[in-house]
């Protein structure tokens, strides 16, 4: 790592307009006291350490780094078996809907939420390893060994190891084998010698040992680094996020707003659609607006509008959420939680009822508020980020369920707690529960309708309750 030419780059970084000077010391300091290994790709909950809380700062300067040079930004494809990194896209035009996981050898759909990590690196003038990216097996796995091989050296460990099969690899150079523990136990320590050859494999891939101690050596012959993990071969069905290590997701970065006014311009390639297990969509709308045109002219009204969309996207992105587009007078924004979806709403309720405090009564702004929450694609629609779906369909339908100053929402949404605890803190008058037939959707729905007290919220257009990461 050239270290002088990094302090320099990141004093530049230091001079830009409301940059964030200890963070980017806490950087640095973080960078001169890791390893290779953990700087191939850069985890910013791990830069973070205690300071959690200053995870969205710490991203929006990576990020900024990016731009001027300093890192590289990377979004990594999880295996949702073993958890390794399969392969990357550069930015969403690189996005594909499927991978492959040669460690497994199974292929899997790609999910912005749960399967796709966002990463950083320093740019190659300043540390080129010359590796291919790894991420530690999680503790699911059990892990019964982890070795690390410069080229032309020899590094050994003593396990012990019970009946049952294993799977031996290096994550580095995807090579692979299969170990077998069977028969008798013996009190013996055996001994299983691996040499990691030049190319993408081990000199043995099937070895077969006792129970009890085993000492495992591996030889480094042909890679600049070369490892071996050792763990059990059977493998979860699916890894939860409860079960990995924190990290940013490709969903949560698409929400962050200095990714938003950076690289707003990147969208997926027109072939491609990539898969979001749950993704939070808000429609906003505001009532009586035809009659707003006739009764106060195209041109006053069109004024009210347009402030109507001024305060709206200023609270949604307040709270974490990004505005997908407008439809009329109406509003789609997304949001990586319900919280923060509540959070918005109730921060436009308290800045339209400033609005109309200033107002007469046929200027004022009155508006209704559907949210929803599912799987959604993630598609490109005329050169920018859209969502496809049932789960957009549904939030639609769902706002056409409120009248004026209320938000209506699923019970999808409902039964979230963070939720409700979270609607709790805007102020409602009451919760209403209700089963309607919408539109295009089969089957009676179950639905809720709330009425913000504005009068409570005020305080929560400057803090909202959840931003994301």
């Known amino acids: 790592m050239n270290i002088e030419l990094l302090k320099e780059n990141l004093e530049q970084l230091k001079k830009r307009p409301n940059s964030s000077k200890g963070t980017i010391d806490q ?64 930015d969403l035009a690189g996005a594909s809907e499927i991978s492959f996981c040669p460690m497994c050898d199974r292929e899997f759909n790609i999910d912005l939420l749960d399967r796709v990590e966002v ?152 072939r491609e659609r990539v898969k979001i297990r749950a993704i939070t969509i808000m429609f906003t709308d505001i009532t009586s607006s035809t009659r707003m045109y006739e009764t106060l002219g195209d041109t006053k009204a069109y004024n009210i509008v347009r402030d109507h969309f001024e305060i709206f996207f200023e609270s949604i992105e307040l709270c974490g959420g990004k505005v997908i587009k407008t439809i009329g007078d109406a509003v789609m924004a997304s949001f990586v939680s319900n919280e923060q979806a509540i959070a918005a709403a109730a921060a436009a309720a308290a800045s339209f009822r400033k609005y109309n405090s200033n107002r007469p009564q046929p200027e004022w702004i009155r508006v209704k508020i559907g949210i929803h929450r599912g799987m959604a694609l993630l598609v490109n629609l005329n050169n920018a980020i859209d969502y496809f779906g049932s789960t957009v369909n549904k939030a639609a339908r769902i706002q056409n369920l409120s009248k004026s100053d209320e938000v209506s929402f699923s019970e999808e949404v409902y039964a979230d707690p963070e939720f409700l605890t979270a609607l709790t803190a805007t102020g409602v008058s009451e919760i209403q529960k209700r089963s309607e037939d919408l539109k295009g959707i089969q089957g009676a729905q179950v639905a809720y309708t709330a009425r913000i007290n504005t009068e409570s919220v005020i305080a929560l257009s400057g803090t909202p309750i959840a931003r994301s990461s």
């Open 27 to 90: 950087i640095e300091n973080w960078l001169i006291g890791s390893h290779i290994l953990q700087r191939l790709r850069i985890n910013p909950y791990y830069v973070a350490g205690d300071t959690v809380k200053n995870i969205k700062r710490i991203t929006s300067e990576f990020l900024h780094g990016v731009k001027a040079g300093t890192f590289d930004l990377h979004w990594d494809i999880h295996c949702p078996h073993c958890n390794m990194i399969t392969e990357e896209f550069k």
């Open 119 to 270: 990463t950083f690196s320093l740019n190659k003038e300043i540390e080129d390893p010359k590796l291919r990216p790894v991420c530690a097996p999680p503790p699911v796995i059990q892990n019964k060994l982890q070795l690390v091989t410069p080229l032309c050296c020899t590094e050994s460990e003593v396990v012990t190891l019970e009946k049952g099969r294993y799977r031996y690899c290096c994550p580095l150079t995807l090579a692979k084998g299969i170990l077998k523990v069977e028969g008798e136990p013996t009190e013996d320590i055996q001994e299983i010698k691996l040499t990691q050859l030049d190319g993408t494999n081990f000199d043995k891939k099937e070895l077969v040992v006792r129970p009890g101690k085993v000492k495992i050596e591996l030889t480094n012959q042909g890679h600049n680094l070369s490892g071996l993990i050792l763990h059990l071969d059977e493998l979860p069905d699916e890894l939860t996020l409860e079960q990995l290590p924190l990290r940013l997701s490709g969903i949560q970065l698409l929400h962050h707003s200095d990714y938003k006014r950076l690289f707003g311009e990147q969208a997926l390639s027109e």
